[in-house]
């Protein structure tokens, strides 16, 4: 894909995601869930995206959870809630580690307000990135160049490579929790249940698994029609 094509891509993104919305009303967030190393959309991913809002005492709070999965293209929506809160989201799939974005917006001229976008290569251990190279686009605004470089819509991921211990460690490191409920999908029902199949398949300790099943109880608990909130 050239990136001219990406870019229009990126910005049709944006738009769904500030014009788009579904049949009840909500705005939809339109991404796409990416190999970090080669940029190729991953299908079949599950992504949930857990809605943090802020709390009187400071802090923030899980309001919401909602998940989806990723067409053959890696496209994936979530609903947006002013209310809820911004989505923090995070994809699964068997066989891919959590990654990290590869392209940033960044104020390149404060004086003359250009923005554009870096395109940054990640080490073996996921946590040290180098720029590869600035993308030669311009663009006047933020909200554009945001929206050309996808990086508050994508989710990536990146091909497991260490050995069985490795792995058991990235599963632990995807799961967190959520106080608030689903309302339009499954929540994060579909997510736990795929680590805990992978950590079962994977012969991890009882003791952690325990801790995923009562996760996994508690994302049930929330997805239950008792205990629904109402719009």
């Known amino acids: 894909m050239s990136g001219s094509s990406a870019i229009r891509l990126a910005v049709t993104a944006f738009a769904l995601l500030v014009g788009g919305c579904d049949l009840s009303g909500e705005q939809m967030q ?8 080669t940029g190729e959309p991953i299908a079949g991913a599950i992504v949930v995206g857990r809605y943090m809002g802020g709390i009187s005492w400071g802090g923030s709070s899980c309001n919401r959870a909602e998940s989806a999965v990723s067409d ?4 994936f929506e979530l609903p947006v ?37 870096s395109v940054l290569r990640w080490d073996e251990s996921n946590l040290v990135s180098q720029l590869v190279v600035v993308e030669p686009e311009i663009y006047r605004t933020e909200t554009s160049a945001k929206a050309a470089s996808g990086e508050d819509v994508n ?18 490191l995807f799961q ?20 805990l199949s992978e950590q079962m398949g994977l012969g991890e ?27």
């Open 30 to 37: 339109h991404g796409r869930v990416l190999d970090q190393d």
């Open 72 to 75: 053959a293209q890696g496209w």
């Open 81 to 117: 809630d002013s209310k809820d809160g911004t989505p923090l989201m995070e994809a699964y799939k068997r066989g891919y580690d959590r990654g990290n974005p590869t392209r940033h917006a960044y104020l390149a001229n404060a004086w003359t307000r250009e923005w554009r976008i």
């Open 155 to 172: 989710v990536h991921l990146r091909v497991s490579r260490g050995p069985r211990e490795e792995r058991l460690r990235q599963l632990r």
């Open 176 to 195: 967190a929790d959520c106080a608030g409920r689903s309302r339009t999908t499954v929540g994060l029902v579909p997510f736990i249940e795929g680590i």
């Open 205 to 231: 300790r009882e003791d952690v698994l325990d801790i995923t099943r009562s996760r996994l109880e508690r994302a049930r608990d929330n997805n239950s029609p008792t205990s629904k909130r109402t719009t």
